[in-house]
């Protein structure tokens, strides 16, 4: 079993900062990537921001120089650090790890943690 623990959402005023943060645990062969999603009320889930185990990063073009998104391989943990926050940015955000459970699985599958509400308003 593979799980995703998130914390570290909130209210905070337009302009304010939060940081996320998951931890993957469990049975963890290899992770190819994690990232975060999130989903608005009455919208699909879309992806914020994404890093592979190479280091390579992808943010979303809405949070490109506000977000900031880090790992550490050793722990299996990502952190996702959300300055200059807007209302626009208020939804439920999801970890998300890509990974192989054991040596046996031939592909990697997704996994995704519980969801954070992060509200952004005055």
């Known amino acids: 079993q593979v799980q995703l623990v998130e914390s570290g959402g909130g209210l905070v005023q337009p302009g304010g900062s939060l940081r996320l943060s998951c931890a993957a645990s469990?049975?963890?062969?290899?992770?190819?990537?994690m990232g975060w999603y999130r989903q608005a009320p009455g919208k699909e889930r879309e992806l914020v921001a994404s890093i592979a185990s190479s280091g390579s990063m992808g943010y979303a073009d809405s949070v490109k120089g506000r977000f900031t998104i880090s790992g550490d391989n050793a722990r299996n943990t990502v952190l996702l650090q959300m300055n200059s926050l807007k209302p626009e940015d208020t939804a439920v955000y999801y970890c998300?790890?890509?990974?192989?459970?054991?040596?046996?699985?031939?592909?990697?599958?997704?996994?995704w943690g519980q969801g954070t509400q992060v509200t952004v308003s005055s």
């Open positions: 469990g049975s963890i062969f290899r992770i190819n990537a």
């Open positions: 998300n790890a890509n990974l192989r459970a054991t040596a046996n699985m031939l592909s990697f599958r997704d996994y």
